[in-house]
């Protein structure tokens, strides 16, 4: 993030958060504190016996609120590497931080008696960080390695204006509002038990979107060219080393034995995708040859950061991958973002950035491929005239990629789609295809994916719609309500009617008064509702009450069928 206004508050922000928690609770060790694209967080070790609870952070607060008051100024000072670790000698992170610092002098920042390592981008002083607010505790680990130190991350965000606190506060309210786990429940469309954190259970109504969401992105797919494939969710561990997952993914699979032998549950679709490539001799005839799957892969996230459907331990990817020659990269990659546009246009995003993240520290191969490849994804991007960002070192560990983002109804982005321009696993599965020379050619890999997982895609789209899913992906999109018991007969001709139409149609079979049936198909978000009383009887129509209380009266069915047509499309 550039050392703007707004960085500069939530950098000092976190250096008050820290000096706040080491003034309440003198133990804590305290290790990083970045400024994050909400906020900030800093994670800290409490002292032994010690854990911090939700009842913490209000003193914390208060204490913050006390330091900002003695308006304390934040000087940047720069000091020998060896007076550094002498200041920090108690603090084992801060001297590994230090140590890994090149050059022979590092930063400090000094607020009062704390101080902490950091390059700077500070407001002047502690006065200036009023409007801030502290918002949740979470595990973590040491420099996110599960084998590393247990810590606790304490998350907040600030701003340099009480008028922009108040607005992120109130999209907040907004957001835990419409929070996609309060809606799942309430339109009973999935649930997380305790028998299975981290792996959603969908019930029937979660699983009719699952399903119009496959529908739609299955008859994409057709149109572009791919054909479709299914590989085993378990795999012999010895492929996991050989496609640079186990070195560089380890901390994030699951393993087990079978007859005595090592397996692992795959992380990720793309070996066992190679493996259908390389059981034959394939021609440049082929290429490019699209291959997708709906893929289901387990990774293990740690408790502390599993949230409903965003962050799971089980998903489906809409995952694809294309083999092609050096020539077609830029094509294929071109012919990726206009599906990839032209799908989130139709689930309501009209508003899609672009990423393109570069090699990451970890990563396989020479840096020769990793500049071809980068080079490639660049070009397209410039073809298609897209403006993007660069996210350096933010590439897989296999190769640079292009993230895409969306913007909800709550002007909040998300990262949904990736494309990957891979020359690394081809290499070490060594596939060829034979070219017009009949010589054997190395091909590249695209790995790509559109709705990125169907679970975090679709609690996505319940936010965004704020539980309101538009006709074609509404789990019941017509209720038929009835006055009176006397109109039930030509009520259920009328649903079996729609249903041979293939619409989601359901009879409100109850004695309820109508008022009642029609507060229960709101509640559930019905978009359509058809109200049926004696004059419709007698008239062979219907009346159609839509969600939002609009009325339209006396329709045929012939009527209603050709407004269907434009509604209920995939």
């Not at 704390?114 to 040491?142: M, P, Q």
């Not at 009480?162 to 109130?170: D, G, P």
């Not at 993914?249 to 992380?267: G, H, R, S």
């Amino acid at each position: 993030m550039e050392i703007n206004d707004l960085y500069k508050v939530r950098h000092s922000a976190a250096h008050l958060l820290a000096q706040a928690v080491t003034e309440l609770f003198p133990e804590t060790i305290v290790t990083i504190g970045p400024v994050t694209q909400e906020g900030f967080f800093y994670d800290f070790l409490p002292p032994e016996g010690k854990s911090f609870k939700n009842e913490d952070l209000p003193k914390i607060e208060a204490r913050m609120h006390e330091i900002i008051k003695q308006n304390i100024p934040l000087e940047q000072k720069e000091v020998s590497k060896e007076e550094a670790l002498k200041l920090f000698k108690n603090n084992p992170f801060k001297l590994e931080l230090i140590k890994d610092i090149p050059d022979k002098t590092v930063g400090l920042t000094f607020q009062g008696n704390f101080a902490d390592l950091c390059r700077g981008g500070h407001v002047k002083s502690t006065g200036e960080l009023k409007n801030f607010k502290i918002f949740g505790i979470s595990g973590s680990y040491w420099r996110a390695d599960r084998e590393g130190q247990a810590l606790q991350r304490i998350s907040g965000t600030a701003f340099p204006t009480e008028k922009e606190l108040k607005e992120y506060e109130q999209k907040k309210e907004d957001a835990e509002k419409y929070d996609h786990r309060k809606l799942g429940k309430e339109l009973d469309l999935f649930s997380v038990q305790e028998e299975g954190p981290g792996f959603p259970f969908f019930h029937p109504k979660g699983m009719i979107i699952l399903q119009a969401m496959t529908d739609y992105i299955r008859k994409e797919l057709v149109k572009e060219g791919y054909k479709e494939i299914k590989t085993p969710i378990i795999l012999s561990e010895k492929l996991w080393h050989q496609s640079g997952h186990y070195s560089h993914y380890k901390p994030n699979m699951y393993f087990l034995t079978i007859d005595e032998q090592p397996y692992a549950v795959k992380p990720m679709n793309c070996p066992g995708c190679i493996l259908i490539y390389k059981t034959r001799p394939r021609s440049y005839r082929e290429l490019p040859l699209k291959l997708s799957e709906f893929g289901l892969v387990h990774r293990h996230e740690l408790s502390g950061v599993l949230h409903g459907l965003f962050r799971v331990r089980a998903f489906t990817q809409d995952d694809a991958h294309i083999f092609c020659t050096p020539e077609q990269i830029e094509q294929e990659i071109l012919n990726i973002i206009n599906f990839v546009k032209r799908t989130y246009g139709h689930f309501g995003f009209e508003n899609v950035s672009f990423v393109l993240a570069t090699k990451p520290q970890k990563a396989m191969g020479d840096d020769a491929l990793w500049t071809k490849a980068t080079e490639a994804l660049k070009a397209a991007l410039d073809h298609a005239h897209i403006k993007y960002e660069i996210d350096e070192g933010g590439g897989a560990f296999y190769g640079p990629k292009i993230d895409i983002k969306v913007q909800d109804s709550m002007n909040r982005l998300w990262q949904l789609g990736t494309i990957q321009v891979d020359f690394f696993m081809p290499q070490n599965f060594d596939i060829s295809y034979i070219s017009p020379e009949g010589k054997k050619e190395r091909p590249i890999m695209i790995h790509r994916a559109i709705y990125g997982s169907f679970e975090r895609f679709l609690g996505i789209l319940l936010e965004h719609y704020k539980g309101k899913l538009p006709f074609w992906l509404a789990p019941v999109q017509i209720k038929v309500l009835t006055i009176s018991d006397e109109q039930i007969p030509y009520a259920q001709k009328i649903t079996e009617e729609l249903k041979a139409h293939n619409i989601r149609a359901e009879l409100f079979e109850s004695s309820d008064p109508l008022q009642a049936k029609i507060k229960a198909a709101q509640i559930e978000q019905v978009p359509w509702m058809l109200i049926i009383g004696n004059k419709e009887v007698q008239n062979n129509t219907v009346t159609l009450r839509y969600r939002d209380g609009k009325q339209e009266l006396d329709l045929s069915m012939k009527q209603l069928l050709e407004k269907l047509v434009t509604n209920s499309h995939y």
